[in-house]
């Protein structure tokens, strides 16, 4: 879930919220429970909005449990994330495509 900040500046009702999160978090409890394959929640959320996350306890465990921080990528970070993944499946960028991209991230 990209941006998943979203849930709090989208969603101003903090019961909606909290039955969201709670559904969200059966869903990976349950998976467990009858043996389905691993359901595996990938959650990209602004660092200033961990408060209000770490604030709902049962998703306060999840992100204990499992969490990986990242800073900002530099300029060469950003261009091997952009062309390694299409490079491993034998793709490749139209000449200046990745420069291009480049630019339009700037320095966000």
């Known amino acids: 879930v990209d941006q998943f900040e979203e849930l709090y500046t989208l969603c101003p009702d903090p019961v909606q919220r909290t039955r969201f999160l709670d559904l969200v978090l059966a869903a990976t409890k349950e998976q467990e429970r009858v043996q389905f394959p691993p359901l595996v929640l990938l959650l990209a959320m602004r660092a ?6 770490l604030a709902h306890r049962p998703l306060a465990d999840a992100l204990q ?3 990986l921080l990242m800073g900002s990528m530099n300029q060469e970070e950003l261009r091997a994330a952009i062309e390694e993944p299409a490079g491993k499946q034998g ?6 495509l ?4 480049l630019d339009d991230v700037g320095e966000e």
Do not use: L
């Open 48 to 53: 200033d909005f961990m408060g209000q996350a």
């Open 65 to 67: 449990a499992g969490s």
């Open 91 to 96: 793709a490749a960028f139209e000449p200046g």
């Open 98 to 101: 990745a420069d291009r991209i």
